[in-house]
């Protein structure tokens, strides 16, 4: 499975921005994607993730700013950002996952390369 994630930049607090996720290979193994970041000196953490069923898990920081949907024609997830705040600053990663359950702490599957979202305030 290969990821190719687009769609970061620098963008001033309260801005949007959407990243893409474009997913190509054996698909059929995969059952989730959905968004990570990591900050610097920060642990990569979950932002949101999609399963199949169409279930959605979010992180407590971003419910309400931010969506998670995907277009299965293209096999692209997309994480669409408003109100986007300086501390939503990070390396947004898209994953893949086999498995259609997220334990917390668990990094796990498939990584994209990264894309860098800067919010300035």
């Known amino acids: 499975v290969q990821l190719q994630a687009s769609g970061g930049g620098l963008v001033q607090a309260g801005g949007s921005l959407r990243l893409s996720c474009a997913a190509s290979?054996?698909?059929?193994?995969?059952?989730?994607m959905g968004w990570y970041r990591q900050a610097p000196g920060k642990q990569r953490e979950l932002v949101a993730r999609?399963?199949?069923?169409?279930?959605?898990v979010y992180a407590d920081s971003v419910k309400g700013r931010f969506t998670i949907s995907r277009d299965n024609a293209k096999n692209t997830v997309y994480l669409q950002m408003n109100g986007l705040k300086p501390e939503d600053t990070a390396v947004y990663y898209c994953?893949?996952?086999?498995?259609?359950?997220?334990?917390?702490?668990?990094?796990?599957?498939?990584w994209g390369q990264g894309t860098q979202v800067t919010v300035s305030s």
């Open positions: 994953n893949a996952d086999p498995s259609r359950t997220v334990v917390a702490g668990v990094l796990r599957g498939y």
């Open positions: 999609m399963a199949s069923g169409d279930s959605t």
């Open positions: 290979g054996s698909l059929e193994i995969i059952n989730a």
